[in-house]
């Protein structure tokens, strides 16, 4: 498999349905394992984020703090990408918000890959960003054409499909944050540099 179904109306975490796990040779998907020791993006230092932000993004039904890793601002909205309970999730929120949502944003999650997960050896999204192996997950974000997230171990990265080549987008917060033009997509990713193959062309 190299992405999971388009979802509507994606109002909540979507992370276990799109789990990309390998099947064994009977045709039955292998238990969950995550990978054994600390993970890496959990230790990465927090985004300095508004309060107003990460209260929206720990809004009910949302479980947990979120630690926020970096935030854009493209046309207008902000993208938010996180960590929570050993989960990736980028979510979308009105740029300039001054009081906290009353429920958590629509969002999109993938949990932090397995032995079982993709490998780098996959030619498309996100295999030719992340290095190593990866889980990924999409949905369909608004005011976003088509949003698709990959999980690893060391960064994740998030393509926002059709943006058009003239939105504008920059970085608001996190020191690892990166994002690029690739044609009418535009591409985040945060984590250690050596686990992202594709370098920025700006941002």
């Not at 207008?76 to 429920?103: I, M, Y």
């Amino acid at each position: 498999m190299r992405r999971s179904s388009r979802f509507l109306g994606a109002a909540s975490l979507v992370a276990t349905a799109v789990l990309a796990a390998a099947c064994t040779d009977n045709g039955t998907a292998p238990a969950p394992q995550q990978e054994s020791g600390p993970w890496f993006l959990e230790a990465t230092a927090a985004a300095r984020a508004d309060a107003v932000v990460q209260r929206s993004i720990d809004a009910p039904p949302a479980k947990g703090t979120a630690k926020i890793l970096g935030i854009a601002d493209v046309s207008g909205t902000s993208v938010v990408l996180a960590v929570r309970n050993g989960t990736c999730q980028v979510a979308v929120l009105p740029d300039g918000l001054t009081d906290p949502t009353a429920t958590a944003p629509d969002s999109v999650g993938a949990p932090r890959p397995t032995a079982s997960s993709f490998a780098d050896t996959h030619v498309d999204f996100p295999g030719n960003v992340l290095a190593g192996t990866y889980t990924q997950a999409s949905a369909q974000l608004s005011p976003f054409k088509f949003t698709a997230l990959g999980c690893g171990e060391k960064a994740m990265a998030v393509r926002l499909e059709g943006v058009g080549k003239s939105a504008e987008a920059q970085k608001k917060a996190g020191d690892s944050l990166r994002l690029w033009k690739n044609g009418a997509d535009l591409v985040l990713a945060v984590g250690t540099p050596e686990a992202v193959h594709q370098a920025p062309t700006s941002g």
